[in-house]
């Protein structure tokens, strides 16, 4: 467990990051999928957004359309989804 992490933070974030090393990139839904299927509590959309953000481990690469079943807000029926990484930088986490 990295020192930094705060206590409950820690097992979501070894999970972001055992997956983006297999996946490389990854879209946030996607991302968010993995943790609900793995954490037994899973994510809210908000907490992972919030680690995301907040720990220099992760980086946000851009920004990408997920074409969705239903025109709402969005006329052209794209939603748009962050895209993160690892960062070049972060150091091992184990």
């Given at each position: 467990?990295?020192?930094r992490w705060k206590k409950g933070q820690a097992r979501t974030v070894n999970r972001i990051i055992k997956f983006l090393k297999e996946e490389g990139e990854a879209p946030?839904?996607?991302?968010?999928?993995?943790?609900?299927?793995?954490?037994?509590?899973?994510?809210?959309?908000?907490?992972?957004?919030?680690?995301?953000?907040?720990?220099?481990?992760?980086?946000?690469?851009?920004?990408?359309?997920?074409?969705?079943?239903?025109?709402?807000?969005?006329?052209?029926?794209?939603?748009?989804?962050?895209?993160?990484?690892?960062?070049?930088?972060?150091?091992?986490?184990?």
């Amino acid at each position: 467990m990295h020192y930094r992490w705060k206590k409950g933070q820690a097992r979501t974030v070894n999970r972001i990051i055992k997956f983006l090393k297999e996946e490389g990139e990854a879209p946030f839904p996607k991302i968010k999928e993995y943790l609900n299927t793995h954490l037994r509590n899973g994510v809210t959309s908000s907490r992972l957004s919030n680690v995301l953000s907040k720990y220099p481990e992760f980086e946000k690469v851009g920004m990408t359309g997920y074409a969705g079943e239903w025109n709402g807000a969005y006329s052209d029926g794209n939603f748009p989804h962050s895209i993160w990484r690892l960062a070049k930088s972060s150091g091992s986490a184990e």
